[in-house]
């Protein structure tokens, strides 16, 4: 009994002295932050800024790989010279080129144009043959040709449906000897990324788009007749060329507000918050800090409970982020991973990436039915895991696709290749007589990024796989 009152006791001191310190730190830094407020609105702008900007340029990366893509410059040229390769049969090339970035990104559209033939194709192939001097959805082409730029970004609306936003991503598409060879593209939807402006609205009380030099608004949370009066309003001086690398402010007549402009260097825009209360930030961190004197209180007086907790989440962790049927790390863990590489591992450290898909699962489901197919599957993990486990994590991505990831040093990669494809070829399993992976690979040092790096393996790995059905003369959409 005296146990249980003195465990009581030190359990009250240790509460009061959490609410005590995190008090006193609360008060003190909510004098600091008031000194520092016009810090505090640029804390706030720079999250935003760099949200957005990541959203809207992974189009323009997906759009100079494809520029850069041998295959795709190789397919080109082929069109110079059709006796080696006849229209249907580029035509066909075309389709399942540009349909394999369509799903892995799902863009609205991918496009490939060229120089020579002035052919225009997207996912469904062959589409028709450009009139870049006189039809007016065609001039385009010649204009963007003719402004010698590497690559444009433009905002436009669908002709199907006019009212959504899109987002479109021309490059040129030369040879090694910097020849023109024609155009390739994207366009993606805005609606995500209007909902993503619309929030942090919301969340601030602001007003958030983004501008040319003009002040011709590009992208908005979609109510464009909010921003007209203080766009009229908005001085010449906020938008300035020798602004471009910091945070430009003008305070707001008779209010404690501004607003903030920061230049886009990727896309010539200019992202303007309007309305910025430097102080919410404050009030917003005297909110948070009072709901975790709370929580430590609550926390504190559960502590009895702490071990049974603990023991529960390790469990609730293992299924989070594991794979049920195989063992290995699942799609949410695979997310994860990637978002800490792009954060925090240094750009010049050595990385592998390998995805793997297993050929022949669709003909093992529907004949042998779905229990051998995930035999089959848990036969691709093992396989997967005994040779490239040692040296980083195993991913199953989903259905029959898994993804390795390497960031310890990997001297001889195609020395742990080599074993890989031995040992696939020894799995034997109960149901199942045999196993085949395609597989692709890409070294960090190739590309500029871990998001190109997946292009690059995943793109890999579609040549290995199509190459394996053509070898075995099966169709692959039924296979």
């Given at each position: 009994?005296?146990?249980?009152?003195?465990?009581?006791?030190?359990?009250?001191?240790?509460v009061l002295?959490?609410?005590?310190?995190?008090?006193i730190?609360t008060?003190?830094?909510?004098?600091v932050?008031?000194k520092?407020?016009?810090?505090?609105?640029?804390?706030?702008?720079?999250?935003?800024?760099?949200?957005?900007?990541?959203?809207?340029?992974?189009?323009v990366?997906?759009a100079?790989?494809?520029?850069?893509?041998?295959f795709?410059?190789e397919?080109?040229?082929?069109?110079?010279?059709?006796?080696?390769?006849?229209?249907?049969?580029?035509?066909?090339?075309?389709?399942?080129?540009?349909?394999?970035?369509?799903?892995?990104?799902?863009?609205?559209?991918?496009?490939?144009?060229?120089?020579k033939?002035?052919?225009y194709?997207?996912?469904?192939?062959?589409?028709?043959?450009?009139?870049?001097?006189n039809?007016?959805?065609?001039?385009?082409?010649?204009?963007?040709?003719?402004?010698?730029?590497?690559?444009?970004?433009?905002?436009g609306?669908?002709?199907?449906?006019p009212?959504?936003?899109?987002?479109?991503?021309?490059?040129?598409i030369?040879?090694?000897e910097?020849?023109l060879?024609g155009?390739?593209?994207v366009?993606?939807?805005?609606?995500?990324?209007?909902?993503?402006i619309?929030?942090y609205?919301?969340?601030y009380g602001?007003?958030?788009?983004?501008?040319?030099a003009?002040?011709?608004?590009?992208?908005g949370?979609?109510?464009?007749?909010?921003y007209?009066?203080?766009?009229?309003k908005?001085?010449?001086?906020?938008?300035?060329?020798?602004?471009?690398?910091?945070?430009?402010y003008e305070?707001e007549p008779?209010?404690?507000?501004?607003?903030?402009?920061?230049y886009?260097?990727?896309?010539d825009?200019?992202?303007?918050?309007h309305?910025?209360?430097t102080?919410?930030?404050i009030?917003?961190?005297?909110?948070i800090?009072?709901?975790?004197?709370?929580?430590?209180?609550?926390l504190?007086?559960?502590?009895?409970?702490?071990?049974?907790?603990a023991?529960?989440d390790?469990?609730?962790?293992?299924?989070?982020?594991?794979?049920?049927?195989t063992?290995?790390?699942n799609?949410?863990?695979?997310?994860?991973?990637?978002?800490?590489?792009?954060?925090?591992v240094?750009?010049?450290?050595?990385?592998?990436?390998?995805?793997?898909?297993?050929?022949?699962?669709?003909?093992?489901?529907?004949?042998?039915?779905?229990?051998?197919?995930?035999?089959?599957?848990?036969?691709?993990?093992?396989?997967?895991r005994?040779?490239?486990?040692s040296?980083?994590?195993?991913?199953?991505?989903?259905?029959?696709?898994?993804?390795?990831?390497?960031?310890?040093?990997?001297?001889?990669?195609?020395?742990?290749?080599e074993?890989?494809?031995?040992?696939?070829?020894?799995?034997?399993g109960?149901?199942?007589a045999?196993?085949?992976?395609s597989?692709?690979?890409?070294?960090?040092?190739?590309?500029?990024?871990i998001?190109?790096q997946i292009?690059?393996?995943?793109?890999?790995?579609?040549?290995?796989?199509?190459?394996y059905?053509?070898?075995?003369?099966?169709?692959?959409?039924?296979?």
């Open positions: 009994m005296k146990k249980n009152r003195f465990f009581l006791l030190m359990l009250m001191v240790i002295c959490f609410v005590s310190s995190t008090v730190s008060v003190s830094l909510y004098r932050l008031q520092h407020a016009l810090k505090n609105g640029e804390i706030i702008a720079a999250g935003i800024y760099n949200d957005i900007n990541s959203r809207l340029l992974e189009p990366i997906v100079n790989t494809l520029a850069s893509d041998h795709l410059i397919l080109l040229e082929l069109l110079e010279n059709e006796e080696k390769m006849d229209a249907e049969e580029i035509s066909r090339e075309m389709d399942e080129y540009t349909t394999s970035y369509m799903k892995n990104f799902s863009y609205r559209t991918v496009f490939v144009a060229s120089e033939t002035k052919a194709y997207t996912y469904d192939g062959f589409y028709k043959i450009m009139d870049v001097e039809d007016e959805d065609d001039v385009w082409y010649q204009k963007f040709v003719d402004s010698g730029k590497k690559y444009t970004v433009m905002l609306g669908d002709e199907e449906y009212d959504l936003w899109l987002i479109y991503i021309d490059v040129r030369e040879d090694k910097g020849n060879l155009v390739c593209g366009s993606m939807e805005l609606e995500e990324i209007q909902k993503q619309a929030k609205e919301k969340q602001i007003d958030i788009l983004f501008t040319d003009q002040g011709n608004i590009q992208v949370s979609g109510d464009a007749k909010k007209a009066s203080f766009l009229q908005l001085p010449e001086k906020i938008i300035k060329e020798d602004d471009h690398d910091d945070y430009a305070k008779e209010s404690k507000n501004y607003t903030i402009t920061k886009m260097e990727k896309f825009w200019y992202m303007v918050i309305n910025l209360d102080y919410a930030y009030n917003n961190y005297v909110l800090s009072a709901n975790v004197v709370v929580f430590l209180l609550c504190l007086l559960l502590g009895i409970s702490l071990h049974v907790i023991k529960r390790r469990g609730l962790f293992n299924s989070a982020y594991t794979d049920e049927l063992g290995l790390y799609r949410r863990a695979y997310e994860e991973g990637l978002d800490r590489i792009r954060k925090d240094p750009s010049e450290k050595r990385i592998v990436v390998a995805i793997f898909d297993v050929n022949g699962l669709k003909e093992v489901n529907d004949k042998l039915g779905h229990a051998s197919g995930d035999e089959m599957l848990r036969g691709a993990a093992s396989t997967i005994s040779v490239y486990g040296y980083g994590k195993c991913y199953r991505t989903g259905g029959d696709e898994f993804v390795v990831i390497l960031e310890e040093p990997v001297e001889k990669l195609s020395v742990l290749n074993s890989f494809e031995k040992a696939a070829e020894k799995w034997h109960k149901q199942v045999e196993l085949n992976i597989y692709g690979a890409a070294l960090s040092e190739e590309v500029c990024s998001d190109e292009i690059l393996a995943d793109q890999r790995m579609y040549f290995a796989k199509k190459a059905y053509q070898r075995i003369g099966k169709d692959r959409k039924n296979y």
